[in-house]
Nanobody
Framework: QVQLEESGGGLVQAGGSLRLSCAASGRTISGYAMGWLRQAPGKEREFVAAISYGGSSTFYADSVKGRFTISRDNAKDTVYLQMNSLKPEDTAVYYC???????????????????WGQGTQVTVSS
């Protein structure tokens, strides 16, 4: 069973940047697409970004396109989310997730992910 642990969240002013990390244990991330999702208070969990198992393809929600960048280091079993030009509406708990299909396509929807971390809080003040 894979465990995913997020880190790097915190409080930042609008326009600032944060870099989230997700460390996997129990299973290598090699061969598995990975992603980030978020959940704001009172809202459903929503897709943010995903990266293919090899790292060559990425996909973003329209709301973060051009501001967020997802990347991965398979040797370190770690996935990153670089968040720039943060806005108050980016405030949420951010979750790292793994698509359980090995060598599968890049996921684009929340329900395509099978394993989740506990989340890390990101708060953007105006």
């Amino acid at each position: 069973q894979v465990q995913l642990e997020e880190s790097g969240g915190g409080l930042v002013q609008a326009g600032g940047s944060l870099r989230l990390s997700c460390a996997a244990s129990g299973r290598t991330i090699s061969g598995y697409a990975m992603g980030w999702l978020r959940q704001a208070p009172g809202k459903e969990r929503e897709f943010v970004a995903a990266i293919s198992y090899g790292g060559s393809s990425t996909f973003y929600a329209d709301s973060v396109k051009g501001r967020f960048t997802i990347s991965r280091d398979n040797a370190k079993d770690t996935v990153y989310l670089q968040m720039n030009s943060l806005k108050p509406e980016d405030t949420a708990v951010y979750y790292c997730a793994m698509d359980g299909r090995r060598w599968g396509g890049i996921p684009k929807y929340r329900d395509e992910f099978d394993y989740w971390g506990q989340g890390t809080q990101v708060t953007v003040s105006s």
